[in-house]
Every structure is written in structure tokens, then in C-alpha cells.
């Protein structure tokens, strides 16, 4: 008895110690990620611990630690980058994309800045094994819509070119000016690479852009690979941000339609704490998005994996 006991405390002692990455990489995830938007104070470290505490599967990384620029976050470069990736996969979360600042509807000096900040992102997915870079589209001044919308395909050419030969994928995201599905099919169209596609934000089409989630997705579906999604209610001359499920925004009918049209991509929480510090802390907004769009994939018939 006492060498079966001491066997068993032995084991268990063993258990408890190992890392919880390696004990985590079993757990089945539905496809479910939060952006690093919504978490502006949190370390690396965090960020991790939580993502795989609430079951996400994925991580948009949009800023870490304060820090927008991702190429300059220590855990992301030199020899931390190794360590980096193990951890991930130990726990079996997936980085679905980075998020860059980078918008092709500038000029000059400007213009210059965000093609650098995309090829710079674009290099470190490529570093980091993870297929799409998030940029924008963004404005349309008033008088030179066409000169506009040339300007912004080229732009997107220029960043789709530089990162085929790397295996990654450009996403225009439905943000801004470009919440219409028609102008955004006409970016895509014109760019026409296969390194080109659409992160559709359901909450931007449907409030700024008044189209409901079946027609945004018949216009674009073939090209969505990732979606942001988020609630909000009318307040004064704007919107505030809420807790999923509790505002105007129809997100269990864009889930609905994601699924049934067989989406293969993350479900994604873009908490936008970082520009709107008001709205609910991530410890709160971060499992009640779990909650409610696990049961909302449920509903739809989507399986873990």
C-alpha cells in the first residue's frame, strides 16, 4: 500500500507540475478568437493564459503590452520567437492574423509609411507561420472617389506582390469608408490577386454600411477568411460598444449565415478597448463572447474541433 501510495503521489505530483501548455493541447475549441484590441494592458503571458482558460482557438494579434507595432514586441522577434511559437502550439491556439495600421488611401509621405508598416507585417507573418496580414482600405474624401479607389487597389497590389511569394494573404477589412459590399468587391476585383482577400467586420457592414448579413455575405462570401464581430446601441450621435448579444446588432444572424454557408475561418471578438477605455474590462466581455457565441455555433450546428 505505501509503494502504491507513494506511486500515485508521485504521479500526481508529476501532473500538477507539468506545464499547462502541454496539458491543454487536448481540449477541443469551437472556432471562436478575440483580437488583442480588447486587451490593451495585457502581457503576452495573459493574453495566452486566457485564451486558453476561456477556450478560444485563435488570437488576432492587433498590439501587445501597449504596443501597436507588432514587429516590435519582444516575444515576436529574435531567439523569443521559437519560444513563442512552442507555447502556441503546446496549447494548441492558432494566431488567425495580424492586425496592421497600414491604409492605402493615402498619398505621400504618408503613403510610404503604411506600405513599409504592411511589408513589415507582412515579413513577420511570414516569420511567424501565420496566413493573413489585416490592413485597411479606410477613406474616401468627398470629389475624388475614383482617383480614391484607384489609389487603394494599387496600394493592395503592391502589398499582395510582396507577400504571395511569402504564402500570405492580404485582408482588406469592411472598416471606414469601405462598408458597402459593392465598393469592396470593386477593390478586390481590381487588385485580383490571389493573395487578396476580405476580413468582414459584421458590425461595420450592417450599422455603416445598412446591409443586412445575408446580402454583405452573397456579395463577398467567396473571399471572407475572417470576420470581426461585436454588438452595439445607438448612443448620442454614436454607437457604444456592448456586450454580445444584448444590442441592436443582429451577430447571432451573421453567425447563422457564416455557418450554414460552410465558413471555415474564426468567429472573432473585436472589443475595441483600446480606443473606447469606457466599455466593459476584457475579464468580463472576453468569456461572456465565449459563452454566447459558443452557443450561438451550437445553434448553428457547428462542431468543436
Not at 505530483?13 to 494592458?41: D, N, V
Not at 492587433?62 to 512552442?86: C, H, N, W
Not at 505621400?108 to 507585417?121: P, W
Request: one cysteine or more.
Amino acid at each position: 500500500m505505501r509503494t502504491n501510495r507513494r506511486t500515485f503521489m508521485s504521479t500526481l505530483a508529476a501532473s500538477l507540475a507539468a506545464p499547462s501548455l502541454l496539458r491543454a493541447r487536448k481540449t477541443e475549441r469551437y472556432p471562436i478568437a478575440f483580437s488583442t484590441l480588447g486587451c490593451p494592458a495585457w502581457s503576452w503571458k495573459t493574453i495566452l493564459e486566457q485564451a486558453d482558460r476561456l477556450g478560444y482557438a485563435a488570437v488576432e494579434l492587433r498590439g501587445v503590452a501597449q504596443e501597436m507595432d507588432l514587429t516590435k514586441v519582444p516575444e515576436f522577434s529574435g531567439s523569443r520567437l521559437a519560444a513563442t511559437k512552442k507555447d502556441l502550439s503546446a496549447l494548441g491556439i492558432v494566431i488567425s492574423d495580424l492586425g496592421a495600421s497600414a491604409v492605402m488611401h493615402e498619398t505621400g509621405a504618408a503613403r510610404e509609411k503604411a506600405l513599409d508598416e504592411g511589408r513589415r507585417f507582412i515579413d513577420l507573418a511570414h516569420a511567424m507561420g501565420v496566413k493573413y496580414v489585416r490592413m485597411f482600405g479606410d477613406k474616401i474624401p468627398p470629389g475624388d472617389r475614383e482617383a480614391v479607389i484607384a489609389r487603394v487597389i494599387a496600394g493592395f497590389q503592391e502589398m499582395a506582390a510582396h507577400a504571395k511569394p511569402a504564402g500570405v494573404t492580404v485582408l482588406m477589412e469592411s472598416h471606414g469608408d469601405f462598408t458597402s459590399s459593392t465598393d469592396i468587391e470593386a477593390v478586390r476585383s481590381g487588385v485580383a490577386s490571389d493573395a487578396f482577400a476580405v476580413l468582414w467586420d459584421a458590425h461595420h457592414t450592417f450599422v455603416d454600411g445598412h446591409e443586412p448579413p445575408a446580402q454583405t455575405y452573397a456579395a463577398l462570401g467567396r473571399w471572407i477568411r475572417h470576420t470581426h464581430l461585436k454588438d452595439s446601441t445607438p448612443s448620442g450621435t454614436g454607437r457604444r460598444y456592448v456586450l454580445t448579444g444584448t444590442g441592436e446588432v443582429p451577430v447571432k444572424s451573421q453567425v447563422q449565415v457564416l455557418a450554414s454557408a460552410g465558413y471555415k475561418g474564426y468567429y472573432c471578438f473585436e472589443w475595441e478597448k483600446k480606443w473606447h477605455p469606457e466599455i466593459e474590462e476584457p475579464e468580463v466581455a472576453f468569456p461572456h463572447f465565449a459563452r454566447t457565441i459558443t452557443q450561438y455555433l451550437k445553434d448553428a450546428g457547428v462542431k468543436p474541433s
